[in-house]
C-alpha cells in the first residue's frame, strides 16, 4: 500500500528563520549603504529566497539594483548566512511533535523550499531533524521552484511518494498556489513570514499550531480529493 506523504515548507513553517535571515539581509544592505529593515518589513520580503529578497530590498528604498552588484550581493548574503546556521533558528512549538506523530503513522515526510538547498540541508541537520525527512529540495534543486507545482511534485517523487497521497503545509501565497496549482490540499499555517493573512489565499486549511494538525485532518484532506 502507497505511504501518504506530507510537505513542508521550511522558512516561516517548520523553522523560525526570520532573525537569522534579517540579520544576514541587514548585513548586506549594509554593504550597499541602505537603511536597515525591521521585522515587519522584513516580512514583506521573503518568500522567493535571498535573491528575491535583496531586490524587494532595494525596491521599498527606492533603490536601482545592477545585475553585478545584485549578484555581489547575494554572495555576501549567502556567506553571511551560511557562516552563522543555525544562529537563533529554532523549530515552531509542536514540530518536533508533529513529526513524530505522523512517523509513527509511517508517513514520508519532505522539505519543499525556495532556499538554497546546501542551506537548507545544513539548517535542517544542525537542528537534528535530517533523519526524518526522504527529501529537502530547495530552490536549486531543479530548473524550476515554487510557485511551480513541478517543485512540489518532484520533491514528491524524490522522498519515495505518491501526489494524490499528498498534503502541503507552508505560511505563504507561494507555497498556497503551488500546491492548487498541483491539485494537491494545503494547510497554510497563520504565524509565518506574510504581510496579509493566509486566508486570503484560500488554503485547504488555516492553522495557528502545529498541534492542530492532526491526523484526523490530514486524512480528510486526502479523502477529499481521493
Known amino acids: 500500500m502507497a505511504r ?10 517548520l523553522v523560525d528563520t526570520a532573525p537569522d535571515l534579517m540579520d544576514s539581509l541587514n548585513h548586506t544592505l ?24 535583496i531586490e524587494r530590498a532595494f525596491a521599498a528604498q527606492n533603490r536601482r539594483l545592477e545585475t553585478q552588484d545584485h549578484d555581489h550581493l547575494l554572495e555576501v548574503f549567502l556567506k553571511h548566512y551560511s557562516a552563522n546556521i543555525p544562529g537563533r533558528s529554532q523549530p515552531f512549538p509542536g514540530v518536533r511533535d508533529a513529526i513524530a506523530r505522523f512517523e509513527a503513522e509511517n508517513y514520508i515526510l519532505a522539505i519543499c523550499t525556495n532556499k538554497y538547498e546546501a542551506n537548507s540541508l545544513d539548517l535542517i541537520n544542525t537542528l537534528g531533524l535530517s533523519q526524518h525527512f526522504a527529501a529537502n529540495c530547495g530552490q536549486d534543486t531543479f530548473a524550476f521552484r515554487k510557485p511551480d507545482p513541478r ?3 518532484e520533491t514528491i517523487l524524490r522522498a519515495g511518494g ?23 490540499p494545503v494547510v ?9 493573512h493566509v486566508s486570503e489565499f484560500e488554503p485547504s486549511v488555516v492553522v495557528s499550531h502545529f ?13 477529499a480529493v481521493n
Do not use: C
Request: no cysteine; net charge negative.
Open 162 to 184: 505518491n501526489p494524490q497521497l499528498a498534503v502541503m503545509i507552508g505560511d505563504s501565497r507561494t507555497d498556497i498556489d503551488t500546491a492548487k496549482a498541483a491539485g494537491i
Open 211 to 223: 498541534d492542530e494538525i492532526t491526523l484526523d485532518l490530514v486524512q480528510n484532506l486526502l479523502e
Open 188 to 196: 497554510a499555517v497563520d504565524f509565518g513570514y506574510t504581510d496579509r
Open 151 to 153: 517543485h512540489l511534485t
Open 4 to 13: 501518504p506523504i506530507i510537505v513542508f515548507d521550511l522558512d516561516g513553517t
Open 30 to 53: 549594509a554593504q550597499a549603504d541602505l537603511a536597515a529593515v525591521d521585522e515587519p518589513s522584513f516580512r514583506r520580503f521573503v518568500g522567493h529566497g535571498g535573491r528575491v529578497m
